[in-house]
Protein backbone atom coordinates (compact mmCIF):
# COMPACT_ATOMS: atom_id res chain seq x y z
CA UNK A 1 0.00 0.00 0.00
CA UNK A 2 1.07 3.36 -0.86
CA UNK A 3 1.46 5.29 2.08
CA UNK A 4 2.13 8.73 0.30
CA UNK A 5 2.33 10.07 -3.12
CA UNK A 6 3.50 12.74 -5.37
CA UNK A 7 1.76 13.90 -8.57
CA UNK A 8 4.58 15.73 -10.27
CA UNK A 9 3.63 17.45 -13.77
CA UNK A 10 5.92 18.13 -17.17
CA UNK A 11 5.49 22.08 -16.13
CA UNK A 12 7.35 20.96 -12.82
CA UNK A 13 10.29 19.77 -14.89
CA UNK A 14 13.01 22.51 -15.58
CA UNK A 15 15.90 22.29 -18.06
CA UNK A 16 19.18 23.46 -17.09
CA UNK A 17 19.65 27.49 -17.21
CA UNK A 18 22.42 29.33 -18.97
CA UNK A 19 24.08 29.50 -16.13
CA UNK A 20 24.08 26.37 -14.81
CA UNK A 21 25.02 25.17 -17.68
CA UNK A 22 28.15 27.36 -17.66
CA UNK A 23 29.04 26.30 -14.34
CA UNK A 24 29.20 22.83 -14.83
CA UNK A 25 30.86 23.06 -18.60
CA UNK A 26 33.86 25.43 -16.13
CA UNK A 27 34.15 22.51 -13.37
CA UNK A 28 34.57 19.86 -16.15
CA UNK A 29 37.06 18.43 -18.55
CA UNK A 30 36.44 19.20 -22.18
CA UNK A 31 36.14 15.51 -23.73
CA UNK A 32 36.71 15.62 -27.78
CA UNK A 33 37.47 12.59 -30.10
CA UNK A 34 40.47 12.14 -31.57
CA UNK A 35 40.21 14.32 -35.32
CA UNK A 36 40.82 11.97 -37.57
CA UNK A 37 40.06 13.81 -40.37
CA UNK A 38 38.02 12.60 -43.98
CA UNK A 39 39.64 11.52 -46.81
CA UNK A 40 38.20 10.75 -50.12
CA UNK A 41 38.33 6.98 -51.00
CA UNK A 42 38.38 7.78 -54.84
CA UNK A 43 41.46 10.15 -54.58
CA UNK A 44 43.44 7.47 -51.99
CA UNK A 45 43.11 4.95 -54.04
CA UNK A 46 43.37 6.49 -57.81
CA UNK A 47 45.32 9.38 -56.58
CA UNK A 48 47.63 8.40 -54.13
CA UNK A 49 47.73 4.88 -54.80
CA UNK A 50 47.41 3.86 -51.79
CA UNK A 51 46.65 -0.11 -51.06
CA UNK A 52 43.29 -0.82 -50.52
CA UNK A 53 43.73 -2.09 -47.25
CA UNK A 54 45.51 1.29 -46.09
CA UNK A 55 41.91 3.15 -47.41
CA UNK A 56 39.98 1.15 -45.14
CA UNK A 57 41.65 1.62 -42.26
CA UNK A 58 41.96 5.60 -42.96
CA UNK A 59 38.30 5.71 -43.86
CA UNK A 60 37.65 3.75 -41.16
CA UNK A 61 39.37 5.76 -38.85
CA UNK A 62 37.36 8.75 -39.52
CA UNK A 63 34.09 6.70 -39.08
CA UNK A 64 34.81 5.55 -35.78
CA UNK A 65 36.12 8.94 -34.42
CA UNK A 66 32.22 10.30 -35.51
CA UNK A 67 31.05 7.97 -33.80
CA UNK A 68 32.83 8.82 -30.65
CA UNK A 69 32.24 12.37 -31.16
CA UNK A 70 28.76 11.93 -30.96
CA UNK A 71 28.70 9.70 -28.13
CA UNK A 72 31.29 12.37 -26.18
CA UNK A 73 28.47 15.17 -27.15
CA UNK A 74 25.85 12.74 -25.35
CA UNK A 75 27.84 11.86 -22.27
CA UNK A 76 28.99 15.83 -22.09
CA UNK A 77 25.34 16.82 -22.49
CA UNK A 78 24.08 13.86 -19.55
CA UNK A 79 27.03 15.32 -17.05
CA UNK A 80 25.23 18.93 -17.21
CA UNK A 81 21.91 17.43 -17.11
CA UNK A 82 23.00 15.12 -13.89
CA UNK A 83 25.58 17.44 -12.28
CA UNK A 84 22.82 20.46 -12.26
CA UNK A 85 19.97 18.10 -10.69
CA UNK A 86 22.36 17.36 -8.19
CA UNK A 87 23.51 21.19 -7.39
CA UNK A 88 19.96 21.45 -7.14
CA UNK A 89 19.57 18.98 -4.64
CA UNK A 90 21.89 20.37 -2.30
CA UNK A 91 19.41 23.44 -1.53
CA UNK A 92 17.04 23.62 1.01
CA UNK A 93 13.63 22.86 -1.46
CA UNK A 94 10.11 22.14 -1.28
CA UNK A 95 8.98 18.37 -1.69
CA UNK A 96 8.01 18.14 -4.73
CA UNK A 97 11.07 20.17 -6.19
CA UNK A 98 13.26 17.55 -3.98
CA UNK A 99 11.33 14.18 -5.91
CA UNK A 100 12.10 15.68 -9.06
CA UNK A 101 15.54 16.10 -8.31
CA UNK A 102 16.33 13.17 -6.83
CA UNK A 103 14.47 11.15 -9.77
CA UNK A 104 15.99 13.37 -12.23
CA UNK A 105 19.53 12.68 -10.69
CA UNK A 106 19.05 8.80 -10.19
CA UNK A 107 17.84 8.71 -13.80
CA UNK A 108 20.69 10.75 -15.65
CA UNK A 109 23.15 8.87 -13.44
CA UNK A 110 22.18 5.86 -14.99
CA UNK A 111 22.25 7.28 -18.39
CA UNK A 112 26.11 8.46 -17.89
CA UNK A 113 26.85 5.19 -16.84
CA UNK A 114 25.94 4.01 -20.21
CA UNK A 115 27.55 6.75 -22.23
CA UNK A 116 30.83 6.26 -20.11
CA UNK A 117 31.30 2.66 -20.97
CA UNK A 118 30.12 3.16 -25.08
CA UNK A 119 32.88 5.38 -25.18
CA UNK A 120 35.40 3.40 -23.83
CA UNK A 121 34.15 0.79 -26.06
CA UNK A 122 34.56 3.20 -29.30
CA UNK A 123 38.18 4.02 -28.03
CA UNK A 124 39.34 0.83 -27.96
CA UNK A 125 37.90 0.34 -31.85
CA UNK A 126 39.71 3.12 -32.90
CA UNK A 127 42.84 1.66 -31.14
CA UNK A 128 42.44 -1.75 -33.23
CA UNK A 129 42.16 0.20 -36.43
CA UNK A 130 44.79 2.43 -35.53
CA UNK A 131 47.68 -0.47 -34.93
CA UNK A 132 46.49 -2.63 -37.36
CA UNK A 133 45.16 -5.42 -35.07
CA UNK A 134 42.65 -7.06 -37.16
CA UNK A 135 40.38 -8.07 -34.44
CA UNK A 136 36.52 -8.21 -35.58
CA UNK A 137 34.07 -5.33 -34.20
CA UNK A 138 32.34 -7.70 -32.13
CA UNK A 139 35.20 -9.25 -30.82
CA UNK A 140 36.83 -5.94 -29.79
CA UNK A 141 36.82 -5.62 -25.85
CA UNK A 142 38.85 -2.92 -24.03
CA UNK A 143 39.92 -5.19 -20.73
CA UNK A 144 41.72 -7.62 -23.34
CA UNK A 145 43.65 -4.41 -25.30
CA UNK A 146 45.35 -4.25 -21.77
CA UNK A 147 46.86 -7.43 -21.79
CA UNK A 148 47.42 -7.32 -25.85
CA UNK A 149 50.65 -8.10 -26.58
CA UNK A 150 50.86 -5.91 -29.70
CA UNK A 151 50.07 -2.75 -27.23
CA UNK A 152 52.94 -2.92 -25.14
CA UNK A 153 54.16 0.27 -25.86
CA UNK A 154 50.59 1.71 -24.59
CA UNK A 155 49.64 -0.46 -21.89
CA UNK A 156 50.38 1.63 -19.25
CA UNK A 157 47.85 4.05 -20.83
CA UNK A 158 45.59 1.13 -21.08
CA UNK A 159 45.96 -0.35 -17.69
CA UNK A 160 46.14 3.21 -15.75
CA UNK A 161 42.48 3.81 -16.87
CA UNK A 162 41.34 0.17 -16.71
CA UNK A 163 42.53 0.36 -13.02
CA UNK A 164 41.30 4.08 -12.21
CA UNK A 165 37.93 3.22 -13.03
CA UNK A 166 36.94 -0.30 -11.75
CA UNK A 167 34.63 1.20 -9.13
CA UNK A 168 33.08 2.86 -12.13
CA UNK A 169 32.46 -0.42 -13.83
CA UNK A 170 31.32 -2.19 -10.95
CA UNK A 171 28.70 0.68 -10.09
CA UNK A 172 27.67 0.12 -13.98
CA UNK A 173 27.20 -3.70 -13.76
CA UNK A 174 24.92 -3.18 -10.81
CA UNK A 175 23.13 -0.98 -12.69
CA UNK A 176 22.87 -3.29 -15.43
CA UNK A 177 23.08 -6.85 -14.49
CA UNK A 178 22.67 -7.31 -10.94
CA UNK A 179 20.47 -4.98 -7.77
CA UNK A 180 20.96 -1.53 -8.60
CA UNK A 181 23.89 -0.10 -5.79
CA UNK A 182 21.53 3.39 -5.53
CA UNK A 183 18.36 1.12 -4.28
CA UNK A 184 18.05 -0.20 -1.06
CA UNK A 185 18.22 -3.96 -0.95
CA UNK A 186 15.93 -5.32 1.38
CA UNK A 187 16.17 -8.62 0.30
CA UNK A 188 15.84 -11.44 2.53
CA UNK A 189 18.96 -13.46 3.42
CA UNK A 190 18.92 -17.28 3.67
CA UNK A 191 21.69 -18.57 5.83
CA UNK A 192 22.38 -22.46 6.22
CA UNK A 193 24.17 -23.23 9.78
CA UNK A 194 24.89 -26.43 10.05
CA UNK A 195 21.77 -27.45 8.78
CA UNK A 196 20.29 -24.82 10.85
CA UNK A 197 18.00 -22.62 8.37
CA UNK A 198 17.54 -19.04 9.89
CA UNK A 199 16.71 -15.89 7.73
CA UNK A 200 18.26 -12.39 7.58
CA UNK A 201 16.73 -8.71 6.13
CA UNK A 202 19.06 -6.57 3.77
CA UNK A 203 21.10 -4.03 5.63
CA UNK A 204 19.70 -1.39 2.78
CA UNK A 205 23.09 -0.25 2.01
CA UNK A 206 22.54 2.19 -0.86
CA UNK A 207 25.56 4.07 -2.48
CA UNK A 208 24.96 8.01 -1.77
CA UNK A 209 24.33 10.47 -4.40
CA UNK A 210 27.68 12.21 -3.60
CA UNK A 211 29.88 9.35 -3.78
CA UNK A 212 27.95 8.88 -6.78
CA UNK A 213 28.84 12.47 -8.34
CA UNK A 214 32.47 11.69 -7.07
CA UNK A 215 32.86 9.08 -8.94
CA UNK A 216 31.17 10.71 -12.22
CA UNK A 217 34.03 13.59 -11.44
CA UNK A 218 36.49 11.12 -11.60
CA UNK A 219 35.64 9.33 -14.44
CA UNK A 220 34.89 12.34 -16.40
CA UNK A 221 38.87 13.27 -15.84
CA UNK A 222 40.22 9.86 -16.22
CA UNK A 223 38.28 9.39 -19.90
CA UNK A 224 39.85 13.01 -20.60
CA UNK A 225 43.52 11.74 -19.66
CA UNK A 226 42.86 8.57 -21.93
CA UNK A 227 41.63 10.49 -25.23
CA UNK A 228 44.66 13.12 -24.11
CA UNK A 229 47.05 10.51 -23.61
CA UNK A 230 46.26 8.44 -27.23
CA UNK A 231 45.79 11.61 -29.03
CA UNK A 232 49.86 12.14 -28.37
CA UNK A 233 50.09 8.49 -29.19
CA UNK A 234 48.49 9.27 -32.77
CA UNK A 235 50.70 12.02 -33.33
CA UNK A 236 47.62 14.42 -33.04
CA UNK A 237 48.22 16.07 -29.96
CA UNK A 238 51.83 16.98 -28.40
CA UNK A 239 52.02 16.26 -24.96
CA UNK A 240 51.91 19.22 -22.18
CA UNK A 241 54.52 20.59 -20.00
CA UNK A 242 54.13 19.74 -16.74
Not at 7 to 12: E, H, L, P, V, Y
Not at 65 to 80: I, P, R
Not at 121 to 138: E, P, R, S, T
Not at 164 to 170: I, Q, R, S, V
Request: aromatic share 12%.
Amino acid sequence: MIKHSITIKSSDYKYPTTEERARVRAESRLLSPFGFEYNSEIKMLFEDNLPSEEVKRISDLYEWDMCLLNKLGKLSETNVLLRTSYQRGQVEQIEIEKAINDYLFDYYTEIYYFYFFSARDLIAQIINVFYKLKIQDKDVDFRKLVQNQDLLFINDILTDFHTATKKTNDIRNSFTHRFPSNYPDRRVNIINNNGRIAYGFGSETVITPKDLIENIIESHNRLADLIMKLKVEFGKEKMPCS
